[in-house]
Nanobody
Framework: QVQLVESGGGLVQPGGSLRLSCAASGSIFSINGMGWYRQGPGKQRELVAMITQTTTYADSVKGRFTISRANTNTVNLQMNNLKPEDTAVYYC?????????????WGQGTQVTVSS
């Protein structure tokens, strides 16, 4: 069993910052990549940032968000200069090779609200 646990969401004013963290645990052999997706009200889930051997960002967050891996099982997302349109539930995603099932795993999501 593989679990992804997110933390760090909350309410912030426009222009503020938040840092999201995601820790993977369980029967993990290796993690090939980790990333963050988000789903805003009435919208489809979309990629925010992904880190493998390289990093990939959605155009809407380039220059404001930074993804990094603190260690092999933990990924962070530093979000600066937040805008109201960044309001969404943020989901951690990991491409895991597990002793039981390999593939994409998801966290439960953490709410980010940007509002004055």
């Amino acid at each position: 069993q593989v679990q992804l646990v997110e933390s760090g969401g909350g309410l912030v004013q426009p222009g503020g910052s938040l840092r999201l963290s995601c820790a993977a645990s369980g029967s993990i052999f290796s993690i090939n990549g980790m990333g963050w997706y988000r789903q805003g009200p009435g919208k489809q889930r979309e990629l925010v940032a992904m880190i493998t051997q390289t990093t990939t960002y959605a155009d809407s967050v380039k220059g404001r968000f930074t993804i990094s891996r603190a260690n092999t099982n933990t990924v962070n997302l530093q979000m600066n200069n937040l805008k109201p349109e960044d309001t969404a539930v943020y989901y951690c995603n990991a491409d895991v090779t597990s002793t039981t099932r390999s593939g994409a795993f998801w966290g439960q999501g953490t709410q980010v609200t940007v509002s004055s």
